[in-house]
């Protein structure tokens, strides 16, 4: 059973950075593409960022590239987001997602996505 927490997340003012931080148990860390994806108040989740197992690809969401970088460490099964320049939009809950890969590929959709950490709240204050 595979088991996601994210932490890291709290309140900052804008332009302030975080890095959040996600947790696998459960399986081989290494098998999985990792993700992160957010979901304000009022709208649906949307994706942030993702890395290929090897954590030699990387994917963002084109309104981030450059804010945001996703980067994983395997021998701690954990997978990060370092956010910088924080805008009050980018409030919302950040998500971890797994994705169970055989052939990598662009995964950004909520559904192609195996197993979800229970979020953790950014909220960036003007």
């Known amino acids: 059973q595979v088991q996601l927490v994210e932490t890291g997340g709290r309140v900052v003012q804008t332009g302030a950075s975080l890095n959040l931080s996600c947790v696998m148990s459960?399986?081989?860390?290494?098998?999985?593409?990792m993700a992160w994806f957010r979901q304000a108040p009022g709208q649906e989740r949307e994706f942030v960022a993702a890395i290929s197992r090897s954590g030699s690809a990387t994917d963002y969401a084109e309104s981030l590239t450059g804010r945001f970088t996703i980067s994983r460490d395997d021998a701690k099964n954990t997978v990060y987001l370092q956010m910088n320049s924080l805008k009050p939009e980018d409030t919302a809950v950040y998500y971890c997602a797994a994705r169970l890969v055989i052939m990598e590929n662009q995964y950004r959709q909520v559904a192609d996505y195996d197993y979800w950490g229970q979020g953790t709240q950014v909220t960036v204050s003007s």
């Open positions: 459960g399986r081989a860390f290494n098998s999985f593409r």
